[in-house]
């Protein structure tokens, strides 16, 4: 761990002056964040939201807490700064060939950021209770990755594993559905937030696969059918 008191001096701000040319992406400014952003996660992950300060994380940063202070003003402003970072990864969806592949892999994804220790997804989630600003960007956040993984499911579709919308039902007739791919990622990520998160038992490796496939069951059985809009 460096020493929080670096050279740095009241005049090296992480935000430029008025009338200051804007910084490049890749310079000083960039460096500093990322080196404060992993030492909030670190800090995060060890010592909760209990042990998070904005003195512990530029110690570990190795930048001096003005700094800090003067970007982030506050805790709450590094948890949704770090948020926000985890929505700019370049992060794809698994693409397997198959729904239930896909949302297997997925649910493994899931199951490995919540049962390695120290766990920062879960030290994340409880932070979140604590801050207002936190719980709106981890909001945020989730929205953003379900809109991403929507694309499983219409890639589903377009395989003929599942319904398209309006299929044929029982009896013949068109139904004016459309088909919830939210509603189905949200039951097949569930189950893993569910043992893990809620009930802390120990990690099924079965569970991944088990839950994905009852989801895609569920989905062909048309239980995320919903009506459709009349402006559709």
Partial sequence: MTDSTDSTDSTDSTEPAAGAPERRPGGRTARVRAQVLDAVRAELAEAGHEGLTVEGVAARAGVHRTTVYRRWRDVGGLLVDVIDAAGEMDWQPPDTGSLRGDLTALNREIQESLVVRPSF????????????????AQTRLWADRYAQCEIL?????????LPARGARGARGARAATDLDARGLLVAATAPLYHQLVLLRADPDPRLPERAAAAAVLAAAAGAFSVPRTKSE
């Fill in 153 to 161: 499911v219409e890639r589903a579709v377009e395989r003929g594993e």
């Fill in 121 to 136: 997804a879960v030290a994340l989630m409880a932070a979140s209770f604590h801050s207002e600003q936190a719980a709106r």
